[in-house]
């Protein structure tokens, strides 16, 4: 596997696991207001992880390495905080015919160093990530053909077939300077058209950020420091001591403390993430029965696993409760394009799973590892509680392993029984069939990270039609039915939403948007 992938995989995966980002959709804000008013234009915020690069030379498609670029380059269209797209760059855009998407871009928008944003810029950037077969962003555009530029301020994208969610993914483009980097082939600075400059980036310490006067919207804050605490108690002491400003990934154990802190606003916000399990479904020559027939093939297996699941007790007694987790039914969450009202848990229910197990031949059961990552405390926790709830129809032996060695065998295929989550950053379900669900093929760029070898050729059909349906109603339809039989399938076992906790001094006005994401031109002072 290529290094891209794991970085890929941990982007995903580490801000969910640790249940440590923030969302849109606060359900429980506190605020606190002091008199300090004293004019601001600086702030601090906590990050958890470094930034793995800027555009265009990025290691790393994460959440935090996203969002520092996001503040310094401008894509063509960004998310609202229920994730539709709005205009960025492109100030508007249509369909001439079903493969061609018409962009009508900003105009008098400037780069960092000076130079005029046209449409030879956006060109040179989707040239840029498609042309280099190890870009981390090269996913993201694989249904792009050409890119044709009409006028100054007009371009033409071309896709290979119909693509309903092209929008959705130039959101996480960034728009380079084709004429900065035609003059500096060597390392060089990143130069956008964002809202903020690069200062200065000091690994494990901290990103600086400065305001871009050119910018075309006013900007109520001038000088970002992004302070990176990879500890959570020592971003928790910060928080607290007033060190930090803003921080998106306050753990749960901590809210009463942070709540109580009189500086402090605090709230508690949804993901579009759900957490779950998933299996090798390989009949034969699978990594934990070799040599033998995998039991985890059989779907009544699948579904006595899932009936021993209590869900409600692994958000009681690990999550804290309600407030800040609940059980998830499906794929998707509530806010993304293709969720299913009615799709519903499989209730916990031990007597049915055993009686699966017996009509399936395992009335004795049989061992099962389960892979977990040892880097976070609730992981462990709800790892054990599930070996405790499966054990009465299989013997779970746990193996925690360390991050990389963890996502390595995962990404090697190598796994029988693994926990992850998956954060749907387009806010699109197309993505959980086109990475998750269809069957692997590396030709078709399809099945990235299908780590179990899931096959059913009704899914296929129908991740494929949707991946270039336009019309949204008839694309809902299919997607809807296409979860449907997956779940029956039990795919995966969803598992929970994790809710998480932001916090933010109270002289700050901000709430978190869409995608995990820390807009700084969205900050103001109160």
């Given at each position: 596997m290529?290094k891209?992938?794991?970085?890929?995989?941990?982007?995903?995966?580490?801000?969910?696991?640790?249940?440590?980002?923030?969302?849109?959709?606060?359900?429980?804000?506190?605020?606190?207001?002091?008199?300090?008013t004293?004019?601001?234009?600086?702030?601090?915020?906590?990050?958890?992880?470094?930034?793995?690069?800027?555009?265009?030379?990025?290691?790393?498609?994460?959440?935090?390495?996203?969002?520092?670029?996001?503040?310094?380059?401008?894509?063509?269209?960004?998310?609202?905080?229920?994730?539709?797209?709005?205009?960025?760059?492109?100030?508007?855009?249509?369909n001439?015919?079903?493969?061609?998407?018409?962009?009508y871009?900003?105009?008098?928008v400037?780069?960092?160093?000076?130079?005029?944003?046209?449409?030879e810029d956006?060109?040179?950037?989707i040239?840029?990530i498609?042309?280099?077969?190890?870009?981390?962003?090269?996913?993201?555009?694989?249904?792009v053909?050409?890119?044709?530029?009409?006028?100054?301020?007009?371009?033409?994208?071309?896709?290979?077939?119909?693509?309903?969610?092209?929008?959705?993914?130039?959101?996480?483009?960034?728009?380079?300077?084709?004429?900065?980097?035609?003059?500096?082939k060597?390392?060089?600075?990143?130069?956008?058209?964002?809202?903020?400059?690069?200062?200065?980036?000091?690994?494990?310490?901290?990103?600086?950020?400065?305001?871009?006067?050119?910018?075309?919207?006013?900007?109520?804050?001038?000088?970002?420091?992004?302070k990176?605490?990879?500890?959570?108690?020592?971003?928790?002491?910060?928080?607290?001591?007033?060190?930090?400003?803003?921080?998106?990934?306050?753990?749960p154990?901590?809210?009463?403390?942070?709540k109580?802190?009189?500086?402090?606003?605090?709230?508690?916000?949804?993901?579009p993430?759900?957490?779950?399990?998933?299996?090798?479904?390989?009949?034969?020559?699978?990594?934990?029965?070799?040599?033998?027939?995998?039991?985890?093939?059989?779907?009544?297996?699948?579904?006595?696993?899932?009936?021993?699941i209590?869900?409600?007790?692994?958000?009681?007694?690990?999550?804290?409760g309600?407030?800040?987790?609940?059980?998830?039914?499906?794929?998707?969450t509530?806010?993304?394009?293709?969720?299913?009202?009615?799709?519903e848990?499989?209730?916990?229910?031990?007597?049915?799973?055993?009686?699966?197990?017996?009509?399936?031949?395992?009335?004795?059961?049989f061992?099962?590892?389960?892979?977990?990552?040892?880097?976070?405390?609730?992981?462990?926790l709800?790892?054990?509680?599930?070996?405790?709830?499966l054990?009465?129809?299989?013997?779970?032996?746990?193996?925690?392993?360390?991050?990389?060695?963890?996502?390595m065998?995962?990404?090697?295929?190598?796994?029988?029984?693994?926990?992850?989550?998956?954060?749907?950053?387009?806010?699109d379900?197309?993505?959980?069939?086109?990475?998750?669900?269809?069957?692997?093929?590396?030709?078709?760029?399809?099945?990235?990270?299908?780590?179990?070898?899931?096959?059913?050729?009704?899914?296929?059909?129908?991740?494929?039609?949707?991946?270039?349906?336009?019309d949204?109603?008839?694309?809902?339809?299919l997607?809807?039915?296409?979860?449907?039989?997956?779940?029956?399938?039990?795919?995966?076992?969803?598992?929970?939403?994790?809710?998480?906790?932001?916090?933010?001094?109270?002289y700050?006005?901000?709430?978190?948007?869409?995608g995990?994401?820390?807009?700084?031109?969205?900050?103001?002072?109160?």
């Amino acid at each position: 596997m290529k290094k891209i992938d794991i970085f890929k995989i941990l982007s995903i995966i580490l801000p969910i696991i640790f249940i440590c980002s923030s969302f849109t959709g606060c359900i429980n804000k506190v605020e606190n207001v002091n008199a300090d008013t004293q004019v601001r234009d600086s702030i601090i915020i906590g990050i958890g992880e470094n930034v793995y690069g800027f555009f265009p030379s990025l290691e790393s498609y994460d959440v935090t390495t996203m969002m520092i670029n996001k503040n310094i380059f401008n894509s063509l269209v960004e998310f609202d905080q229920i994730f539709r797209t709005k205009p960025k760059l492109a100030t508007s855009w249509n369909n001439p015919n079903n493969l061609t998407w018409r962009f009508y871009l900003r105009e008098n928008v400037k780069f960092h160093n000076g130079y005029n944003f046209t449409a030879e810029d956006v060109k040179y950037t989707i040239d840029l990530i498609k042309e280099n077969e190890t870009h981390v962003l090269r996913d993201l555009l694989l249904s792009v053909k050409e890119v044709k530029i009409i006028n100054k301020y007009t371009v033409d994208i071309i896709t290979e077939k119909p693509c309903p969610i092209l929008l959705n993914k130039l959101v996480d483009i960034p728009i380079a300077s084709k004429k900065y980097s035609d003059e500096n082939k060597t390392e060089k600075s990143p130069v956008g058209t964002g809202p903020y400059k690069l200062i200065e980036y000091v690994p494990d310490e901290y990103v600086k950020l400065e305001s871009f006067k050119y910018y075309w919207e006013d900007l109520k804050v001038k000088n970002v420091t992004f302070k990176i605490i990879k500890d959570n108690e020592e971003m928790k002491n910060a928080t607290v001591a007033g060190e930090v400003e803003i921080v998106t990934h306050i753990l749960p154990r901590y809210y009463d403390e942070i709540k109580n802190t009189s500086a402090l606003q605090v709230g508690r916000c949804y993901q579009p993430t759900v957490i779950f399990l998933s299996f090798d479904f390989r009949e034969y020559d699978s990594s934990g029965f070799p040599g033998e027939k995998n039991p985890l093939s059989d779907v009544r297996v699948r579904k006595a696993i899932y009936h021993s699941i209590n869900v409600s007790q692994i958000i009681n007694d690990v999550l804290n409760g309600s407030n800040f987790a609940e059980p998830a039914s499906q794929f998707v969450t509530p806010l993304i394009f293709g969720y299913n009202p009615n799709i519903e848990r499989l209730q916990y229910d031990l007597n049915k799973a055993k009686e699966l197990m017996k009509e399936a031949g395992y009335e004795d059961g049989f061992e099962l590892e389960l892979d977990c990552h040892e880097g976070a405390d609730n992981l462990k926790l709800i790892s054990k509680l599930i070996q405790s709830q499966l054990s009465g129809i299989i013997d779970v032996k746990l193996n925690f392993l360390p991050t990389e060695e963890y996502y390595m065998k995962l990404f090697s295929r190598n796994c029988s029984f693994y926990s992850i989550g998956w954060l749907a950053a387009t806010g699109d379900g197309g993505e959980i069939f086109d990475y998750m669900l269809r069957t692997v093929d590396q030709k078709a760029g399809v099945g990235t990270y299908n780590l179990g070898y899931y096959s059913n050729p009704d899914v296929d059909r129908i991740g494929e039609n949707i991946s270039h349906i336009l019309d949204p109603t008839e694309r809902l339809e299919l997607m809807q039915e296409g979860f449907r039989i997956a779940m029956e399938d039990v795919a995966w076992i969803p598992l929970y939403i994790p809710k998480c906790v932001y916090s933010v001094t109270n002289y700050i006005a901000w709430e978190p948007g869409a995608g995990m994401m820390i807009a700084v031109e969205d900050i103001d002072f109160k």
